[in-house]
């Protein structure tokens, strides 16, 4: 079974930096497909960025230039680097894994949902003040 823990959240002016930290069992990362998404309070969950099993890299139009998913194979850890942090990105953080679909013979990873994702972390909290 997958599981994912994440870390780093914590409370940040705005304008500074964060990186979360999601800590994946062994041989996920590159054997499944890795995702960031997040959760305000009486929001929808929204992705925010996502990794194939080949490591390119995908983000949300509203995030692109500030965000920065990563991954370090040999620790087993998923990052998300987060620049220019304001109000608006305060909110409940998640990372996720889910199986490849099998495309014209070939596991591919996108696009997807959330409701793709089969597995999820238990989320970090993530707080930008003025």
């Known amino acids: 079974q997958v599981q994912l823990v994440e870390s780093g959240g914590g409370s940040v002016q705005a304008g500074g930096s964060l990186r979360l930290s999601c800590g994946v069992s062994e041989n996920t990362i590159g054997r499944y497909c890795m995702g960031w998404f997040r959760q305000a309070p009486g929001k929808e969950r929204e992705g925010v960025a996502s990794?194939?099993?080949?490591?390119?890299?995908t983000y949300a139009e509203s995030m692109k230039g500030r965000v920065a998913i990563s991954e370090d194979n040999a620790k087993n850890t998923l990052y998300l680097q987060m620049n220019g942090l304001q109000a608006e990105d305060t909110a409940t953080y998640y990372c996720a894994a889910r199986e490849g679909m099998y495309v014209l013979g070939r596991i591919r990873c996108g696009p997807a949902v959330d409701t793709d994702y089969k597995y999820w972390g238990q989320g970090t909290q993530v707080t930008v003040s003025s």
């Open positions: 990794m194939d099993m080949s490591g390119r890299t």
